[in-house]
């Protein structure tokens, strides 16, 4: 866990690389990020369980949000998402 120096010092030092960095988003001990437009939705009726080592293509869908057409997580669901940055982290 890192301070809100630590992480400044740590974007300073290019060992955390964040863009667009919106300094206002820095906090205490972490960073706000936005939330992207692109979502994984699993269709889990598909598949009895999740193998992480076999090839299992229709598990997720992929669903893109628009101001058109906004994306809507309900109760109880889960999904992957992006972020409107991009992050890097050193080793």
Same mark, same amino acid.
């Given at each position: 866990?890192?301070? %809100?120096? %630590? =992480? &400044?010092?740590? =974007? /300073?030092?290019?060992e955390?690389?964040?863009?667009?960095? =919106?300094?206002?988003? =820095?906090?205490?001990?972490?960073?706000?990020?936005?939330?992207?437009?692109?979502?994984?939705?699993?269709?889990?009726? /598909?598949?009895?369980?999740?193998?992480? &080592?076999? /090839?299992?293509?229709?598990?997720?869908?992929?669903v893109?949000?628009?101001? /058109?057409?906004?994306?809507?997580?309900?109760?109880?669901?889960?999904?992957?998402?992006?972020?409107?940055? &991009?992050?890097?982290?050193?080793?």
């Amino acid at each position: 866990m890192l301070s %809100d120096v %630590d =992480i &400044k010092n740590s =974007i /300073k030092d290019n060992e955390i690389e964040i863009s667009p960095l =919106i300094e206002e988003f =820095i906090q205490p001990s972490s960073i706000d990020l936005r939330i992207g437009e692109d979502f994984r939705v699993f269709e889990n009726h /598909k598949y009895s369980h999740i193998d992480p &080592k076999a /090839k299992q293509e229709e598990l997720t869908k992929l669903v893109t949000a628009s101001t /058109k057409e906004p994306f809507v997580l309900h109760p109880g669901e889960f999904v992957l998402g992006t972020t409107f940055e &991009k992050v890097t982290l050193s080793n």
